[in-house]
């Protein structure tokens, strides 16, 4: 049978004074947010407030099923007590809402609990969200809730002990039900809601064990992918102009083309085509011209406008812009439909026109490349990293803490055949041609297995290693769970956070990583190398790959002796071309 939780929160501004509430339905099992309910109720006190989230949490239950009991976990002590029947309800305002209450469900089928507020974050959000919404004379819009992710980043949720899941704690699916509501409100024509920021929830990990069987969190300091999405669209009407960019383009006036941005081109007028660079402008005639620009080197972007019968074509301008596919707005579109273009294609203000793009630093120091079509066409071979996680230890299977600073153990028979298993499969395709390896027993061996029947030395390097996890080395997650809960839940929400006793912490892991990234690139450009590494090594690789947050490693599976790879081209962008790769160990 399905058993849910309702954690539910009510605030006012003032007591009595401007109000609203929060709720939100649970999973036990699995501690996945079924639904969010908010709203703002005008001029209330907190404690009605915190009976209208109850209310509202009640009634979102049985909607999902009428039959499953209810678990209600409140900060509120008072409404716990009074629900529970071990105080008595004294207030006029309160005795009806009490009385509703307890008619939703059949008797016995609800049960009360307190908790610290710092564990009711999700429904304190949602309350002050409703509570924001009605100072701006609005109600609470569930497409655009951020309350799920941001509580989950603070904390972590923590479910009673028997209904607890057996990885770390968190919220996998933390808004997943107002992503839904979101997408249904776009297909009835409502905007799309707003991507959640880095920083967003921690996710409960899928099928792996802590250390070298954990989904790690990834660390700060990554090199996160910049610049606007490839954005395309034609203008198929009279009069109408295209344009192509990487950044930004929009089309206006009858008959005339517009491209806007950091060395773009322009042609303007109603049959005339003008091309404009960084260096030079150039004019075409009516009969379709073309104008060139000098005096730079590079070349612009070219817009080409229709106007009746006749065409006008802009010249190619000198400039030094981005280059790639970007947004294509329509001559007749609205003002709203070109802002909102401008919007999408360029992320922030754009600079004034220069000779490259202006590159922001990532965690090595090193410049963040723009990313897009738009790379030079001859980048030459890129420095490919083939990432093959160790094979099994006696601890892999029993998902223990297995870091750099334990009691470093060897392969298990079972790693010892995998190990064999994957140096087969890479000899057959033949490609990698060095074979660099963390310090460890477990990788050392593993890459002696394979760089012996490639014929090839074992290069080792300490960067590799992995994450040192304190006291909590040899340990399980839930012995980690019992002994040191609150470092463990501060080690999960915080990638500063080190492990007890003094481990590292996921953001120095990040910051290591990234180094010894950048040094191998340039010891091995245009080569393919076998790093024989651990999870977060190679988690924290593909993330920074991706330019992906922190939490997205906890949706990461890897599994021993599984192939990922990673390519790093000469203008710092990478490519990440397979994950957990397993099909030689079922050969």
């Given at each position: 049978m399905r058993e849910f939780i309702v954690e539910a929160d009510g605030g006012s501004r003032g007591n009595p004074g401007p109000a609203g509430y929060g709720s939100v339905v649970i999973d036990a099992a699995t501690g996945e947010t079924l639904l969010e309910r908010a709203e703002y109720i005008g001029i209330a006190t907190n404690n009605v407030a915190e009976y209208r989230g109850l209310l509202a949490g009640l009634r979102a239950a049985r909607e999902l099923d009428p039959a499953a009991p209810v678990r209600v976990r409140m900060d509120s002590k008072l409404v716990v007590e009074q629900m529970s029947g071990r105080w008595k309800i004294k207030?006029?305002?309160?005795?009806?809402?009490?009385?509703?209450?307890?008619?939703?469900h059949p008797p016995g089928q609800v049960t009360y609990e307190w908790i610290p507020r710092e564990q009711n974050k999700h429904a304190d959000r949602l309350a002050n969200e409703a509570m924001d919404a009605g100072k701006r004379g609005e109600q609470w819009d569930a497409g655009a809730s951020m309350a799920a992710l941001t509580a989950a980043a603070g904390t972590s949720r923590t479910a009673p002990a028997d209904l607890a899941p057996s990885g770390p704690p968190g919220d996998a699916t933390a808004g997943a039900a107002k992503a839904r509501e979101a997408l249904a409100k776009g297909r009835e024509g409502g905007a799309p809601a707003p991507a959640p920021a880095e920083g967003a929830a921690m996710g409960t990990a899928s099928a792996g064990g802590p250390g070298d069987s954990v989904p790690s969190a990834g660390g700060v300091g990554g090199t996160p992918a910049s610049g606007a999405a490839a954005y395309t669209a034609s203008a198929a009407e009279a009069g109408a102009a295209t344009a192509t960019w990487a950044d930004a383009a929009t089309a206006t006036g009858t008959g005339a083309a517009t491209a806007t941005g950091s060395g773009a081109a322009?042609?303007?007028?109603?049959?005339?085509?003008?091309?404009?660079?960084?260096?030079?402008?150039?004019?075409?005639?009516?009969?379709?011209?073309?104008?060139?620009?000098?005096?730079?080197?590079?070349?612009?972007?070219?817009?080409?406008?229709?106007?009746?019968?006749?065409?006008?074509?802009?010249?190619?301008?000198?400039?030094?812009?981005?280059t790639g596919t970007g947004l294509v707005a329509s001559a007749t579109s609205s003002d709203a439909d070109r802002r909102a273009a401008r919007t999408l294609a360029s992320p922030s203000p754009s600079p004034s026109p220069s000779p490259s793009p202006s590159p922001s630093p990532s965690a090595s120091g090193q410049a963040r490349p723009s990313v897009g079509w738009g790379a030079a066409p001859d980048l030459g071979a890129p420095a490919t990293f083939v990432l093959l996680r160790h094979g099994e230890t006696p601890l892999t299977p029993e998902k223990r803490f297995s870091g750099s600073g334990g009691s470093d153990p060897a392969l298990s028979a079972v790693g010892r055949e995998q190990a064999e298993r994957v140096a087969a499969a890479l000899a057959r395709r033949g490609t990698v041609q060095h074979v660099v390896a963390s310090p460890l027993a477990r990788t050392r061996e593993t890459a002696g297995a394979v760089a012996a029947r490639l014929g090839l030395e074992v290069t080792v390097d300490d960067g590799l290693r992995e994450t040192d996890f304190g006291a909590w080395e040899g340990l399980t997650f839930g012995e980690v769970r019992e002994r040191y809960p609150q470092d463990l839940n501060a080690w999960l929400a915080d990638p500063e956070a080190e492990p007890t006793g003094g481990g590292e912490s996921f953001a120095a892991t990040a910051v290591r990583i990234a180094a010894t990234r950048d040094k191998l690139v340039a010891a091995y450009a245009g080569r393919t190398v076998l790093l024989v590494t651990h999870v977060t090594p190679i988690k924290t690789l593909v993330r920074l790959a991706l330019g992906a947050p922190p939490e997205s490693l906890f949706r990461m599976e890897l599994s021993a002796a599984s192939l990922s790879v990673v390519a790093y081209y000469a203008d710092g962008n990478a490519s990440v071309r397979l994950l957990n790769d397993t099909s030689h160990l079922r050969e």
């Open positions: 207030h006029p305002d309160m005795k009806p809402l009490a009385t509703e209450a307890a008619r939703i322009t042609a303007t007028g109603a049959d005339a085509g003008t091309a404009t660079g960084s260096g030079g402008t150039g004019t075409g005639d009516a009969t379709g011209g073309t104008g060139t620009g000098t005096g730079s080197t590079g070349t612009g972007n070219t817009g080409t406008g229709a106007g009746g019968t006749r065409a006008g074509t802009g010249g190619t301008g000198s400039g030094t812009g981005s």
